[in-house]
Structures are given as structure tokens and as C-alpha cells.
């Protein structure tokens, strides 16, 4: 069973920076693509960044060059997921979630998310 647990949310006035962490546990997890995700309220969930098991990264248009996702491999059952958000703007406040998904999402684990607020 794998848990993901997020860390690094808070209120940044526009410009600012924070740094989410995710901390993933269990199973084979180093196979396992990780991404960011957030919601806005009364929004859909949408994809943000993601480092695939081989390192592949990719980015959503509307943060590239302004955020930056890195991944620590500890061990087979242990990862960690950041996400460095640089030139925070208000539309980027919603709630954060990590998540790991392996076979074609056959394995699928969210975390329990983490609020990220740009206001002054």
C-alpha cells in the first residue's frame, strides 16, 4: 500500500515562493510515475508537473518556468516529490496533491493535499 503525505502549503503574497514536499511510502514505489496536481475551489483537479520513473519531467503550460519538480529516490519504497514555485500569481492558489500511479494508473494513490494561498 502506498501513502503519499504533502508538506510546504501556506499563504506567499504574489511574486513570493514556497516549496511543497510529498513523502511517499510503500510498495515498489521507485516504479511508479509521481506528479502534482490542485484543485481550485468549485474546480476540477489539474495536472501541474510530474518525473516519471526514468526522470522524464514535464510541466502544464501555465507554470513552466515558474515552478520546478525534482524527485529523491531513497530507496525502492521510499520517494520524495517536490515542487519549487517561484513568481507565485493569485490564480495559483488551490489545493495541492501529490500523486503515484503505476500500469496505466491500474495502481493510483493520491495524498491528502496541502493549501497553497497568493494573496496580499
Known amino acids: 500500500q502506498v501513502q503519499l503525505v504533502e508538506s510546504g502549503g501556506g499563504l506567499v503574497q504574489p511574486g513570493g515562493s514556497l516549496r511543497l514536499s510529498c513523502e511517499g511510502t510503500?510498495?515498489?514505489?521507485?516504479?511508479?510515475?509521481m506528479e502534482w496536481h490542485r484543485q481550485t475551489p468549485g474546480g476540477s483537479r489539474e495536472f501541474v508537473a510530474k518525473?516519471?520513473?526514468?526522470?522524464?519531467?514535464?510541466?502544464?503550460d501555465s507554470v513552466k518556468g515558474r515552478f520546478t519538480v525534482s524527485r529523491d529516490n531513497v530507496d525502492l519504497a521510499k520517494q520524495y516529490l517536490h515542487l519549487q514555485m517561484d513568481k507565485l500569481e493569485p490564480e495559483d492558489t488551490a489545493v495541492y496533491y501529490c500523486?503515484?500511479?503505476?500500469?496505466?494508473?491500474?495502481?493510483?494513490?493520491w495524498g491528502q493535499g496541502t493549501q497553497v494561498t497568493v494573496s496580499s
Open positions: 500523486n503515484a500511479h503505476y500500469r496505466g494508473r491500474l495502481y493510483n494513490y
Open positions: 518525473v516519471t520513473n526514468r526522470g522524464i519531467i514535464t510541466y502544464a
Open positions: 510503500g510498495g515498489a514505489l521507485v516504479e511508479y510515475v
